[in-house]
């Protein structure tokens, strides 16, 4: 069974520009969470997708927004680059939603500069 | 806000040594308690998902206890090897599918 995936792996990008960030889920999974971490943060929760539909949104600001395609698949944008956005963005996917004993399966990572 | 609190922050450990360390939660609106582990450049993987009615969980060398009263839980290690150095981290679920993170316990096992 495949994993969950990541595109890109890496990427750099200057103050004030755009970036998409892509994820792929496990085949069967509905849920679609992305998270971000930060040098000296834990990771911080950026919201979830279920159906489609966000479901959670955590505590960030509007510039980061994101979708889910009717296949799973889903895509998180963060538009007018800051420097502090340089992180490691995860995603995780899990078959249901709203069930605390869900186990979540994590992506790689796309590593964010942001210069 | 819901704080999950992680210590230590780092451990290092001869090979062959055990350890543990512990992750603290909120005691009230418990549902479940997850554990992680992260090794450099891979996926964090997950280890347990503890619950209300769980009893000690084990996996291989690394168990875990839980203590809803009081808001902790113990991961422990027996016999560490290097190849259990890594980042573990616990994990609460607030509501729906988010998990608020500890900022995570790294392990080095020398060898």
């Known amino acids: 069974k495949a994993g969950v995936t990541q595109t890109p792996r890496y990427l750099i990008k200057t103050r004030g520009q755009q970036v998409t960030l892509s994820c792929s889920p496990i085949s069967g999974h509905r849920s679609v969470s992305w998270y971000q971490q930060t040098p000296g943060q834990g990771l911080q929760f950026l919201f979830e997708?279920?159906?489609?539909?966000q479901r959670n949104k955590g505590n960030f600001p509007g510039r980061f927004s994101g979708r889910q395609f009717s296949n799973s698949r889903s895509e998180m944008n963060v538009s007018t680059l800051e420097l502090g956005d340089s992180a490691l963005y995860l995603c995780?996917?899990?078959w249901g939603q709203g069930d605390p004993y869900n186990e979540q399966f994590f992506g790689p990572g796309t590593r964010l500069t942001v210069l | 806000i819901l704080n999950v609190e992680q210590s230590p922050q780092s451990l290092h450990v001869q090979e062959g040594d055990s350890t543990n360390f512990t992750c603290s939660f909120p005691s009230s609106n418990f549902y479940a308690l997850h554990w992680y582990r992260w090794e450099t450049a891979k996926s964090p993987e997950a280890l347990f998902v503890m619950t209300l009615n769980g009893d000690e969980k084990k996996k291989g060398r690394i168990s875990a206890t839980l203590n809803t009263k009081e808001g902790y839980s113990y991961l422990y290690i027996k016999g560490s090897q290097p190849e259990d150095s890594a980042t573990y981290l616990c994990a609460f679920p607030e509501y729906g599918n988010k998990l608020v993170f500890g900022a995570g316990t790294i392990l080095r096992v020398k060898s």
């Open positions: 997708y279920f159906s489609e539909t």
């Open positions: 995780a996917s899990s």
